[in-house]
């Protein structure tokens, strides 16, 4: 089966521009994750669906941070305006639920460096 | 509040010898535990994860971990290094999203592990 899609693989901006990530989940999967790595750093989760409709976004900073995940299934990650300090690689990740046993599938990640 | 801690954030061993990456974990509510492996310039992958069935969980690769609640441990072994298994692996305890149902993981940071000719 296909994996999870993210584009686009690489981003550089410079501070105050925006950039928008776009995720495709394993067909199927009704939990969509995006998580935030810092280099050195384990994922941290900014938000995550079940379906098209927010479970947890407490990590989000909402000032700056949008998502959304029209139809249930491709989810969209937007920082306006970016900040240095959001250099990082975005993973997108997906599961069949939100059941604590679940086994999440990661994208590739994008890659975003702010200068 | 659930929490991972991996000891050692660099770990260096030689082809054919043992490997040991140590995880510990602090959680209010039976915890369930995996174990990711991230190769460069690539997602997490599922190496092998704790349900509450057997305490001995054997994954991919060779890789197998043993849940000690006592000591309150998920430490990944593995007999025998290969030059293939350089890469950073990463613990995670599953916790409750918003104090929710669901489910979400929290990742330590990350041990790297070197592997010697």
């Known amino acids: 089966e296909a994996g999870v899609a993210q584009s686009p693989r690489y981003k550089i901006i410079e501070k105050r521009q925006s950039v928008a990530f776009w995720c495709n989940p394993i067909s199927g999967h009704a939990t969509l994750y995006w998580y935030q790595q810092i280099l050195g750093q384990g994922p941290k989760l900014l938000i995550q669906?079940?379906?098209?409709?927010?479970?947890?976004d407490s990590q989000l900073p909402k000032d700056r941070f949008s998502a959304e995940r029209l139809k249930g299934v491709d989810s969209t990650l937007k920082i306006q305006p970016a900040k240095l300090e959001d250099s990082a690689v975005y993973l997108c990740a997906s599961s069949f639920s939100s059941f604590r046993t679940d086994t999440q599938y990661f994208g590739p990640g994008t890659r975003l460096t702010v200068l | 509040a659930q929490s991972v801690t991996q000891l050692g954030s660099h770990v260096s061993v030689s082809e054919g010898a043992l490997v040991l990456l140590r995880c510990n974990y602090s959680s209010s509510v039976p915890p369930y535990l995996f174990w990711y492996v991230q190769y460069p310039n690539q997602g997490l992958q599922l190496l092998l994860k704790?349900?509450?069935?057997?305490?001995l969980v054997k994954g991919i690769n060779g890789f197998e971990a043993e849940f000690k609640k006592s000591e309150t441990s998920f430490h990944l072994t593995k007999p025998s290094a290969h030059m293939s298994d350089a890469a950073e692996y990463f613990c995670?305890?599953?916790?409750?999203?918003?104090?929710?149902?669901?489910?979400?993981?929290?990742f330590g940071q990350g041990t790297i592990l070197t592997v010697h000719p």
């Open positions: 995670a305890v599953s916790t409750d999203a918003g104090g929710t149902s669901y489910g979400k993981l929290t």
């Open positions: 669906f079940q379906n098209n409709g927010v479970v947890d």
């Open positions: 704790y349900t509450s069935a057997a305490t």
